[in-house]
Nanobody
Framework: QVQPVESGGGLVQAGGSLRLSCSVS????????MGWFRQAPGMEREYVAA????????NYVHSVKGRFTISRDNAKNTMYLQMNNLRPEDTATYSCAVRYTEPFDSGSFYYTSNTAYNYWGRGTQVTVSS
């Protein structure tokens, strides 16, 4: 059973930084393409960022480009989201998403649709005060 677990959320003032982590157990981490999504109260889930299985390709929603950085450490079975210059509109529950990819896949694809992912964490709350 694949189980992503997020950590690193919290309360921060506007302009501050947080680093979210997503640890995954259950299968070989290097087989996963991964992503971050967020959901604010009363809003639909929103795509934030994605990273390919080989870590070479990343993608971001326009609103976080230049402020957020997605990365992964396969040796630690962990994905990260470094969030800088946070804004009140970044306030949301952030969830980690995992997609199993076949070994024969090139490993260079990332996925921006929530329907592409097989496994989800429960989320970590990020609150940015103005």
């Amino acid at each position: 059973q694949v189980q992503p677990v997020e950590s690193g959320g919290g309360l921060v003032q506007a302009g501050g930084s947080l680093r979210l982590s997503c640890s995954v157990s259950g299968r070989a981490f290097s087989n996963f393409a991964m992503g971050w999504f967020r959901q604010a109260p009363g809003m639909e889930r929103e795509y934030v960022a994605a990273i390919s299985r080989n870590g070479e390709n990343t993608n971001y929603v326009h609103s976080v480009k230049g402020r957020f950085t997605i990365s992964r450490d396969n040796a630690k079975n962990t994905m990260y989201l470094q969030m800088n210059n946070l804004r009140p509109e970044d306030t949301a529950t952030y969830s980690c998403a995992v997609r199993y990819t076949e070994p024969f896949d090139s490993g260079s694809f990332y996925y921006t649709s929530n329907t592409a992912y097989n496994y989800w964490g429960r989320g970590t709350q990020v609150t940015v005060s103005s």
